[in-house]
């Protein structure tokens, strides 16, 4: 079982194989590709730091506890109509997403997050909306999510 924190839940939609260092996304991709072959995979719902930001690279600020992640955590899991606690399958929280949220909804819930003008994640909800799941990834590593700088290049 997998331990996530609520806006990781989005990230996974949008997830194109880019992150923060080598190592994060080595880990982001593991588990990625883990949910996508095996949507029966528990995720139990946390409030705080996940098993993606035990890899989140020891470069200065730790951003996985800063306020603005945990109200964008509360926010996403209200989007989708899940609470802190809850252990649900994978596939039993693509299918809460589809119920429950729209594309458009990233630039609300999402709006400081840096990966949102990228779009990705918009795309992701909206493929998952057309019933196609999580994206399979070839060629992960390092990308940027900083200001200008596109993580797809």
């Given at each position: 079982?997998?331990k996530?924190r609520?806006?990781?839940?989005?990230c996974?939609l949008?997830?194109?194989?880019?992150?923060?260092s080598?190592?994060?996304?080595?880990n982001?991709t593991?588990?990625h590709?883990?949910?996508?072959?095996?949507?029966?995979?528990l995720?139990?719902?946390v409030?705080?730091?996940?098993?993606?930001?035990?890899k989140?690279?020891?470069?200065g600020?730790y951003?996985c506890q800063?306020?603005?992640i945990?109200?964008?955590d509360?926010?996403?899991?209200?989007?989708?109509?899940?609470e802190?606690g809850?252990?649900?399958?994978?596939?039993?929280?693509?299918?809460?997403?589809r119920?429950h949220?729209?594309?458009?909804v990233?630039?609300?819930?999402?709006?400081?997050?840096?990966?949102?003008?990228?779009g990705v994640?918009?795309?992701?909800i909206?493929?998952?909306?057309?019933?196609k799941g999580?994206?399979?990834i070839?060629?992960a590593k390092?990308?940027h999510?900083?200001e200008?700088q596109?993580?797809?290049?």
């Amino acid at each position: 079982m997998y331990k996530l924190r609520g806006h990781h839940l989005f990230c996974l939609l949008g997830y194109r194989g880019m992150g923060y260092s080598a190592e994060y996304v080595e880990n982001m991709t593991r588990l990625h590709q883990t949910l996508r072959n095996n949507p029966k995979t528990l995720i139990q719902l946390v409030k705080g730091p996940d098993h993606l930001c035990e890899k989140y690279p020891n470069t200065g600020e730790y951003h996985c506890q800063d306020a603005n992640i945990y109200t964008r955590d509360a926010a996403i899991l209200e989007k989708v109509g899940l609470e802190i606690g809850q252990i649900l399958s994978w596939e039993e929280i693509e299918s809460s997403i589809r119920k429950h949220v729209i594309p458009s909804v990233i630039q609300t819930v999402c709006e400081t997050c840096s990966w949102r003008t990228f779009g990705v994640c918009e795309e992701g909800i909206r493929e998952l909306l057309e019933g196609k799941g999580l994206r399979e990834i070839k060629n992960a590593k390092e990308g940027h999510a900083k200001e200008g700088q596109s993580p797809l290049t």
